[in-house]
């Protein structure tokens, strides 16, 4: 199997499983617990692994949130949970965590997935790619299935980064390209009125798809077949077992 085609066949589940315990009745409970409510628990859970660092880096990080959004959700729930935003960051991780141990205990071929996605984490270059390059190097959990839904959020994150970098080198906004992308969530994102869209604009997102595969085939070229054949019936398992 060529490496586009494994990312060709992987990349929407490991976007959708990745992000499946953003808002999940679980998380959003422990949130509560903790006292953040579901948006802020995502803000400084998501953008903790940068740091106790100021809201304009988490929405460099995030790119397609308006920073003054960003701003107004980091800093509020800084104040509201005082432990810090790296330990914020191992709440969430540790809901993924408890996710996966909920969802994947019974899917076969979560250990070779986990050895194939740890590969591709190895062979990553995360020079420009902030946000995956903390949430990679967040301790990540002993046992097999929590391990592995943490594994894909850290795939997610990786492609997410890459796909940043790539969209702005293609000369689209941000913001523009998340309203073609998601054209629903403008508002819940920031943006009121949503931004306008060409066709230029089109052009130059498919264009920085394109890049974005460009910028992560070496590391997914860098598993043998079996390793490919073993991330893609896990990712394919996982993705059926939440649903997806």
Known sequence: MLAQELMDATSSTIGQAGAAFYFHPDTLARGKEIGLDGFRFYMLGRGGVLGDVESDVVASAFGYFNRNLVARIWNTAKERYTHGPREAAREYMACCANLGR??????????????????????????????????????????????????????????????????????????????????????????DPAPEITDADRANLDAAEALTDRLLIDAYESLDDGAKAALLAGTKAIGTALGI
Request: with cysteine; proline share 6%.
């Open 102 to 191: 909920a969802k994947l205990a019974d899917v076969e071929g979560v250990s070779e997935f986990c050895e194939a996605a740890e590969a591709v984490i190895a062979a990553t270059n995360p020079s420009g790619l902030s946000l995956y390059a903390g949430v990679a190097a967040e301790p990540r959990a002993e046992d097999l299935p929590g391990r592995a839904l943490q594994l894909v959020a850290v795939l997610r994150e990786l492609r997410g980064s890459a796909h940043l970098l790539a969209v702005v080198a293609s000369g689209v906004a941000p913001e523009v390209a998340h309203a073609i992308k998601r054209p629903d969530d403008v508002a819940t994102f920031g943006w």
